[in-house]
């Protein structure tokens, strides 16, 4: 029995396992992979708080976007009024423009008419030129 093999590998691999036990290294191998759980726990919960503040940070942008997207209709609403306003006052201007122009322009060919009938006329003699009757 002495002389057999096996029996000095049971022999090393006990005393092996009672070192081990001696100076305690199943539990520093439980608590280093208990720290290790842990460390894995605590990322994984800061993962889902990070998760969590991205998924609100999402929701509120997206709100802002739409609010952006509602701010722009109405921008563009607004302008497109004051447009209309404007095109409505220049149409309305440019028809009072027009109809002075027409005004002046009709007063200024009566005056030329006026002046015409005047030059084409015989000069009217005054009663201190006519010679008596007689």
Known sequence: MLSDPVFWVAVAFV???????????PGLV???????????????DAAQKLREEAQAL??????????AGKEAEAIIEQAR?????????????????V????????????????QAVRMSAPPHRSSQSRPPAG
């Open 58 to 67: 999402l929701a509120e942008y997206q709100r802002k976007q739409n609010d």
């Open 99 to 114: 109809e002075r122009q027409t005004t002046m322009a009709e007063l200024k060919i009566a005056q030329a008419e006026a």
């Open 15 to 25: 005393f092996f396992v009672a070192l081990l036990v001696y100076y305690k290294v």
């Open 81 to 97: 009024r004051e447009s209309e306003l404007i095109a409505a006052e220049t149409r309305e201007k440019m028809a009072e423009t």
């Open 30 to 44: 439980l608590g280093a992979l208990d720290e290790r759980a842990d460390n894995i726990r605590n990322e994984l």
